[in-house]
């Protein structure tokens, strides 16, 4: 009987399933622990932690059926644990682990799991989409397929997209949405062992980590995971919508579902988590709009970037249509919040190194937003996403940080860039009040660095956003900019330093 193969993000009961092309029932199972994934890359300590405790906490509920092994290398492992006989896996889920799958021969591929779309049904409703490819027309497409949120054949509310009610400000004066709490799980043993081996690793020299790795966060087993939608669905989800892209200093979870670190590992399963919501909105536990808003998440843009993950070609990952090279300082490598004054900025990276995860308008409109302006190289800045969130896969940010966030694809993905001065920011949170920058400021000592940056990208490619139907009328507003020459000077002088 051939064994079957789990990688660190295939941790959940689909996985190890007979049905449709899954491994046999009684199969054996073979993890591999690689401590040169952790080489190739500084990654936060938070995500090293919650990664290794994930599989740690699958293998001991696999119990004898599980040849667990620590190796050097994924090659190292698997030759260790079955030699040449043959082993299944279902499909990796970056480029390289699928190269790598290929290269070693005794392996046959199963197909991918963990997500609703199959890559064959992806394939033939991008082949039908002749004016280009567009998240809205997907997320319908999957609704109807999938019958969520549909009455009668048409989207229930009479409206496919209710973004326009989840996009409210924080209430005013507030310093938290005083949602009920999140579920947190409890660190037992097996955690313990996790990070007696992290701070070996880093002792020895050749292994290191970025961040900080307090009390585990996110859930690491199924039943936790379990936990966290039924804590999310029951209590969190009614609160969701409205202020889905709001930002709090002191409220960084605000309603969000803390489930991608979840999903992604493989623990929770989408169809699960979007049937749950739907049968609160029916049962009159929650809104239309935020039951969409989840919906669209999950069904909409997380299988989106999956599916352009391998549609586009590898090609993709060079895309830099804007031409910005410029690398990332140390300070935001390192995460070093208390070097940043600006205090959006800075108080999304200490979430950042404190936790290793924001939600997505800090990153979108923060940290993304910033990057872009200063014309910092994409690839880089993908990687750097890549580590340094406990979600953060090759295939997650691949898509949504070199194509949405900084448009290296030049427009294949969204149609616009997304960038925004400091207005936005002071609209849609309370970070703006107490920092020595005015939003409304371009030039000067308290200019800023958002609304500056925003003017000066509008600068730097004016000729090619010209051209753009949604960024023709910003950048025409370039010539009514009395100290426009000011402003350039200014930002040039900025440089690299934190702001």
């Not at 004898?64 to 990796?92: F, I, M, Q």
């Not at 940056?453 to 753009?468: E, K, M, T, V």
């Amino acid at each position: 009987m051939r064994a079957h193969w789990l990688f660190g993000d295939q941790l959940g009961p689909a996985f190890t399933a007979p049905d449709d092309g899954g491994p046999a029932p009684e199969a054996p199972l073979v993890m591999i622990e690689s401590r040169s994934v952790f080489r190739r890359r500084r990654f936060h300590r938070a995500k090293a932690h919650l990664i290794l405790s994930a599989m740690r906490h699958r293998a001991a509920e696999l119990g004898d059926r599980v040849v667990y092994v620590k190796a050097d290398s994924y090659r190292e492992g698997l030759d260790r644990a079955v030699g040449n006989r043959p082993v299944t896996v279902h499909h990796p889920t970056s480029r390289a682990a699928a190269a790598l799958v290929a290269s070693l021969g005794n392996v046959t591929v199963l197909p991918p799991r963990g997500f609703l779309v199959t890559r064959e049904v992806f394939t033939a409703w991008a082949a039908s989409q002749h004016a280009g490819l567009r998240l809205e027309q997907f997320y319908r497409h999957v609704r109807r397929e999938h019958d969520l949120l549909m009455d009668a054949g048409e989207p229930a509310g009479g409206r496919w997209n209710l973004d326009h009610d989840n996009r409210e400000p924080p209430p005013r004066e507030a310093r938290t949405l005083a949602a009920p709490a999140p579920y947190r799980p409890r660190e037992d043993d097996i955690d313990a062992e996790v990070r007696h081996d992290l701070d070996r690793w880093e002792r020895a020299g050749d292994i290191s980590f970025v961040g900080r790795d307090g009390a585990r966060l996110f859930p690491a087993d199924r039943r936790q995971a379990l936990a966290a939608l039924r804590r999310f669905i029951d209590h969190r989800l009614a609160g969701f919508g409205a202020h889905e892209d709001a930002m709090l200093a002191s409220d960084p979870v605000m309603s969000h579902s803390l489930l991608s670190s979840s999903l992604n590992l493989g623990l929770l399963d989408p169809a699960e988590c979007v049937e749950r919501a739907e049968a609160a909105w029916r049962a009159g536990k929650a809104p239309l709009n935020s039951v969409e808003g989840f919906v669209r998440q999950i069904a909409g843009w997380r299988e989106y970037v999956w599916h352009l993950y391998w549609h586009f070609d590898e090609d993709y990952r060079t895309s830099n249509e804007l031409g910005h090279t410029t690398p990332l300082p140390s300070w935001w490598t390192e995460l070093d919040a208390d070097a940043v004054t600006a205090g959006c900025l800075s108080t999304v990276l200490r979430q950042v190194r404190d936790t290793g995860w924001t939600h997505h308008i800090p990153r979108l409109m923060v940290l993304g937003n910033y990057a872009l302006q200063r014309g910092w190289d994409p690839a880089a800045l993908t990687d750097w996403f890549h580590r340094s969130f406990v979600d953060g896969y090759d295939w997650v940010m691949l898509p949504n940080v070199l194509g949405m966030s900084q448009y290296a694809d030049g427009g294949r993905m969204t149609t616009k860039p997304y960038t925004s001065g400091g207005a936005y920011i002071d609209r849609m949170s309370d970070l703006c009040g107490s920092c020595r920058y005015r939003p409304d400021r371009r030039v000067g000592a308290d200019a800023c660095p958002f609304t500056a940056g925003y003017w000066a990208f509008l600068h730097r490619h004016r000729h090619r956003l010209a051209h753009n139907a949604r960024t023709a009328g910003p950048v025409g507003g370039l010539d009514r900019l009395t100290d426009l020459q000011e402003l350039l000077l200014q930002e040039h002088d900025r440089g690299e330093a934190a702001p």
